[in-house]
């Protein structure tokens, strides 16, 4: 079922329709508006699209290192599985007494 949801971003309303969860939507805008709001107080004076577009880096950025470590995690995973089914076939191979 398609949503409008009303959303602001720098002092400027959107609605937007999303087949979403209205609160995926308002949490998403709330994520960005913090990261503009960041950008900000870190002094530099920077146009709005400019600013969306360092904001959409920076997220894009966070999303791929995220999803990097969790590579990195099920390749830990991975491994150790590995290990358990080489042990596992070493006691197979072992005569029962």
């Known amino acids: 079922m398609s949503h409008s949801v009303e959303i602001t971003l ?24 913090s990261q503009i709001d960041e950008l900000r ?12 577009a ?9 999303l791929l290192n995220k999803d990097q470590g969790q590579i990195e995690d099920l390749n830990g995973l991975l491994s150790a599985l590995d290990d358990v089914v080489l ?9 029962l007494r």
């Not at 720098?10 to 508006?33: C, K, N, W, Y």
């Not at 360092?54 to 966070?62: I, K, Q, R, S």
């Not at 042990?87 to 005569?95: I, T």
């Open 10 to 33: 720098m002092g400027r309303s959107f609605t937007i329709r999303t087949d979403d969860e209205p609160e995926h939507l308002l949490a998403a805008a709330e994520l960005v508006q």
């Open 41 to 52: 107080q870190l002094g530099s004076t920077v146009a709005s699209d400019r600013l969306m």
């Open 54 to 62: 360092l904001v959409a880096l920076n997220l894009a950025g966070d």
């Open 87 to 95: 042990q596992a076939e070493g006691l197979v191979k072992v005569p």
